[in-house]
T-cell receptor, first 112, second 114 residues
């Protein structure tokens, strides 16, 4: 099993541009989570899906952020338009039951 | 909402010695799960140990063990025979049995001195 796969690993973009982060969860996992990590706020849950359906998006900071999960093997987190304060490491994680999450390697986003 | 508190921003330990990282949490639920994650400089989040709230026995994984005090809502991590590779950020996390999202503490940066 290749684990949770995120791409890209690093992304540098200019303010105002659209950014799309991608995640492939572990096959068979029925939960998928998006987290954001910053020095100031730590690890924040943005949104999570169960069986491809968004369950709780209360952590999504504002309308500029959107997430989709069109099928069990793929999810995207989109920021449009991006702002410098969106700079962070974005993690995707997946799980089955309550054995704990498996995290991807994260995407470091820098908005200049 | 549940909160997780790690009161030690930084800790250090001598190689081969034992160190304990503290974690407390606040919840009104009786059924939940607690975790410790390790984040080395590579930034990968690695599950270290897991504890089910309904189990009285403390979880152990090789050199890692926990002291779970349910009434006190405390969940500390003990690392025995510390190794240089243990140097990392350690995050305590709470997961409700009802809604499946996981809340993290602010983390403790552990330094291991040779």
């Amino acid at each position: 099993d290749a684990g949770v796969i995120q791409s890209p690993r690093h992304e540098v973009t200019e303010m105002g541009q659209e950014v799309t982060l991608r995640c492939k969860p572990i096959s068979g996992h029925d939960y998928l989570f998006w987290y954001r990590q910053t020095m100031m706020r730590g690890l924040e849950l943005l949104i999570y899906f169960n069986n491809n359906v968004p369950i709780d998006d209360s952590g999504m900071p504002e309308d500029r952020f959107s997430a989709k999960m069109p099928n069990a093997s793929f999810s995207t987190l989109k920021i449009q338009p991006s702002e410098p304060r969106d700079s962070a490491v974005y993690f995707c994680a997946s799980s089955f039951s309550v054995r704990g999450y498996t995290f991807g390697s994260g995407t470091r986003l820098t908005v200049v | 909402a549940q909160t997780v508190t790690q009161s030690q921003p930084e800790m250090s330990v001598q190689e081969a010695e034992t160190v304990t990282l503290s974690c407390t949490y606040d919840t009104s639920e009786s059924d939940y799960y607690l975790f410790w994650y390790k984040q080395p400089p590579s930034r990968q989040m690695i599950l270290v140990i897991r504890q089910e709230a309904y189990k009285q026995q403390n979880a152990t994984e090789n050199r890692f063990s926990v002291n779970f005090q349910k009434a006190a809502k405390s969940f500390s991590l003990k690392i025995s025979d510390s190794q240089l590779g243990d140097a990392a950020m350690y995050f305590c996390a709470y997961r409700s049995a009802n809604n499946n999202d996981m809340r993290f503490g602010a983390g403790t940066r552990l330094t291991v001195k040779p």
